[in-house]
């Protein structure tokens, strides 16, 4: 796999943004093998991502943000450069339902997903034998409804002891308190089904079904305090007609999850992903 440097930028918008960066970047003899950038009119934000050969720019990604650091000032930028040799460290998250492990799990070991997944945590313990058979470090963190502060603080604490960069809720059917939404914001990414706010509760295909609908999706986000509210990185939709049953919907909906969340992590890896108040700017 080729080696880069990733540099990431969201600032304010005025003339010369790319041009100062192009010509620092080619300054340090850097080659810029992709480059994606976006200018919002109506906040007037400028959104940047580029990915650089890191063997062409000769020094190290911490010198080469030393020397970025006095343009990122001139324009007041907010950014990361980051070296894609150092692999992120991703936990999952589930419950009962399978679909969303196995997919993920299944793509990190074909090497679809560009990092470790170092650790699974859940509140049942039914997919310890799936998870060890990959090799990863099961922790069962069964949830109490009447003491849900005490689970937390185990889970919060083998996030910790795992040194996760990124936290995936992989159908895991607990709502985070808002201390652990706090200490991870950004970092931890979910994915439901797009009937919310219509068809909440248990059975949402079942509902969806006696209700005729037309369209069954996914929605793929960042976690925030609010339920199921947060900027969110990517969508899909599949159609259904009256001829399929509650089963088909439940079916498809699966497939519709699965894929929406390996994208969107993926996405999230690759540092595709910039936040904008609730909003985000995805460069896919």
């Known amino acids: 796999m080729s080696h880069y440097y990733r540099l990431v930028v969201s600032c304010p918008d005025r003339v010369g943004i790319v041009a100062r960066v192009s010509s620092f970047i080619a300054q340090q003899g850097g080659s810029i093998t992709e480059a994606s950038q976006h200018s919002d009119l109506e906040t007037g934000c400028f959104f940047m991502r580029y990915e650089i050969l890191a063997d062409s720019v000769g020094m190290s990604v911490e010198a080469l943000r030393d020397a ?6 001139e324009f007041n930028m907010q950014w990361s450069l980051v070296d894609t040799q150092h692999r992120r460290r991703v936990v999952l998250m589930v419950s009962r339902e399978s679909h969303c492990l196995v997919d993920l799990l299944y793509r990190w070991q074909a090497g679809e997903l560009d990092c470790d997944i170092v650790g699974v945590i859940s509140n049942h313990d039914d997919m310890r034998s799936l998870t060890e058979w990959y090799g990863i470090p099961y922790h069962h963190v069964p949830v109490d409804p009447d003491n849900k502060q005490v689970s937390f603080a185990k889970v919060q604490a083998e996030i910790d002891s795992a040194r996760a960069d990124c936290v995936v809720l992989a159908r895991y059917m607990q709502i985070l308190p808002p201390e652990l939404c706090a200490r991870y914001a950004g970092r931890v990414i979910n994915i439901h089904h797009s009937f919310l706010p219509s068809f ?5 295909y079942h509902q969806a079904y006696q209700r ?4 069954i999706g996914a929605t793929c986000h960042y976690v925030t305090e609010e339920l199921d509210a947060g900027p ?3 969508q899909d939709i599949h159609r259904v007609s009256h001829c399929h049953t509650p089963t088909d919907l439940v079916r498809f909906g699966r497939d519709v999850e699965k894929a929406v969340l390996a994208r969107g992590l993926r996405w999230h890896l690759e540092d595709r992903v910039l936040v904008h108040g609730n909003k985000t700017v995805v460069f896919s």
């Open 68 to 73: 970025f650091a006095p343009v990122a000032s």
């Open 200 to 204: 909440a509760g248990a059975k949402p």
């Open 212 to 215: 005729g609908v037309k369209l």
């Open 232 to 234: 969110i990185i990517e």
